[in-house]
């Protein structure tokens, strides 16, 4: 199986360079555009571009460069994006009239889907006179009412002024010499990521507009927040991962320019939910199998009522908290910060109810749960905030209720760190004080467990874990 798997990343790859080297402007044929498909997707039907998949290109009269064909954003990737942001602008301010602009078409597949999705009007814009050319000719092959403009970028943003805050741009610049060892740094794409927004901000005077951009799932130095921290991070689509780490795609929606109060609350918890946001299904496949959180759960379902009431916080995936919960038949309610977290939850335990919140705002905090789980929630908050809210965990459990936590154990206070690749802010404290306020929050310790694990993840080592499994006295 190892053997089999090494040999389609190697056959992958010498496609990929292939594509990208020699054949990097050659129209491809119908049988070179089906082993794209395979190789990329896991099937022929996998590239699939204006709704028509590979084997079928070549009769309709479609062409595609080889290097369009590396770098497009196929049909199921650009219609989830297109959903996603349909999902964003119902929940904003009504707009007469707005407009999509694609910065750096190549193939405007990305433009044809949120047009059509949106009902917008598309103005598009491509460099490269040869992926010019291919895209104009498909463009009029399938009837596409895009404004395709030859040339660079900001004269398409010079001559269109703002229409509304639903404004979206799509951000895909060529990454070229971005690819550095540790991933991808969009701070030196060509142009840098950051330059192309303030051209955006600029041509707008300002005004806030969505703005979309496609990434790998390794992204370098932190990059991507680096290059938006002045922006609101609204959603990341994380499609299933067909390649081997770092050529997978990631797509990221966020609101830049001058935003109100509405988005000043949105960007309260922004730096976790942007974090967790763009790792998706990639924590659950790290953390997978942490053998003292299966055994707290263990403990924990020896222990509850029929059918109890069970707040899970940071829920993550649903996996495997909320999934073991909701299959022994409890009531298990999940919350996170992170909107791509929910939908994975939602997804994948339908069981369970999921909720985007904020512990340190949940209303429904204090509503006597009959156990509270929150494996490795509360490391992003500062040490007042994590105090505070230890002690309303503990209010909003019912007597008798149980309390089933984990954490990394250090002496962190506000400390920055690498971890899965981004750069991250965590607090924390060592074992021996936790158990001391937990302690003090009126909690008896039944157990508690100190633990090393390795996630399985590129370059991260041994972590330590602190597992604590207690409960609140019965009333008296």
Not at 11 to 33: I, M, N, P
Not at 64 to 92: H, K, N, P, W
Not at 133 to 147: P, Q
Request: net charge negative; with cysteine; glycine share 8%.
């Amino acid at each position: 199986m190892t053997s089999a798997t090494e040999s389609s990343r190697a056959a992958y790859f010498a496609f990929r360079e292939e594509l990208l080297g020699a054949s990097r402007t050659r129209v491809l044929d119908g049988k070179e555009l089906c082993e794209a498909g395979r190789l990329i997707y896991g099937s022929p039907e996998g590239l699939s571009l204006y709704g028509v998949p590979a084997p079928e290109m070549e009769g309709l009269g479609l062409r595609f460069l080889g290097r369009t064909t590396i770098e497009c954003s196929v049909d199921a990737y650009s219609a989830a994006v297109a959903r996603a942001v349909a999902e964003l602008q119902a929940a904003m301010p009504p707009a007469q009239s707005a407009m999509v602009v694609d910065l750096f078409c190549g193939s405007g597949n990305f433009g044809h889907h949120l047009g059509t999705h949106l009902g917008r009007p598309v103005f598009a814009s491509e460099l490269d006179p040869a992926v010019f050319a291919a895209t104009r000719h498909n463009l009029d092959r399938i009837d596409s009412a895009i404004k395709l403009h030859e040339g660079d970028y900001r004269d398409l943003l010079g001559k269109l002024p703002p229409r509304s805050p639903q404004d979206t741009y799509v951000v895909e610049p060529p990454w070229g010499p971005a690819f550095t060892a540790a991933g991808l740094d969009l701070t030196c794409t060509s142009p840098p990521v950051p330059e192309i927004l303030k051209d955006i901000l600029r041509s707008r005077d300002g005004q806030p507009c969505l703005v979309i951009i496609k990434t790998n799932d390794q992204i370098a130095h932190d990059s991507l927040n680096t290059a938006f921290k002045d922006a609101v991070h609204l959603r990341t689509v994380t499609p299933e991962p067909t390649l081997p780490y770092g050529a997978n795609m990631d797509f990221h929606i966020y609101r830049i320019g001058a935003t109100g109060p509405a988005a000043e609350s949105v960007a309260s918890a922004k730096a976790v939910a942007s974090l967790f946001d763009t790792i998706g299904l990639r924590y659950e496949q790290a953390y997978k199998n942490l053998p003292e959180q299966l055994a707290s759960l263990e403990w924990l379902l020896e222990r509850l009522p029929a059918r109890a009431r069970v707040l899970d916080i940071g829920s993550g995936t649903g996996r495997p908290t909320a999934e073991a919960l909701a299959d022994a038949g409890h009531r298990v309610t999940g919350i996170d910060v992170s909107a791509t977290m929910v939908d994975l939850a939602r997804a994948q335990v339908p069981a369970a109810h999921f909720e985007l919140a904020d512990i340190r705002s949940y209303a429904d905090l204090a509503t006597g749960w009959d156990a509270v789980c929150a494996f490795f929630p509360l490391l992003s908050m500062p040490r007042p905030e994590l105090d505070a809210t230890l002690r309303a965990i503990v209010e909003g459990l019912a007597p008798g209720g149980y309390f089933v936590f984990a954490t990394v154990p250090c002496d962190w206070d506000d400390d920055t760190m690498i971890w899965m690749g981004h750069q991250v802010t965590a607090t924390s404290y060592p074992a021996a004080t936790y158990l001391e306020k937990l302690r003090a929050c009126g909690l008896e310790i039944a157990r508690h467990e100190l633990t090393n694990f390795r996630p399985l993840f590129p370059g991260m080592g041994d972590e330590s874990h602190l597992f604590v499994c207690a409960r609140k006295p019965a009333a008296r």
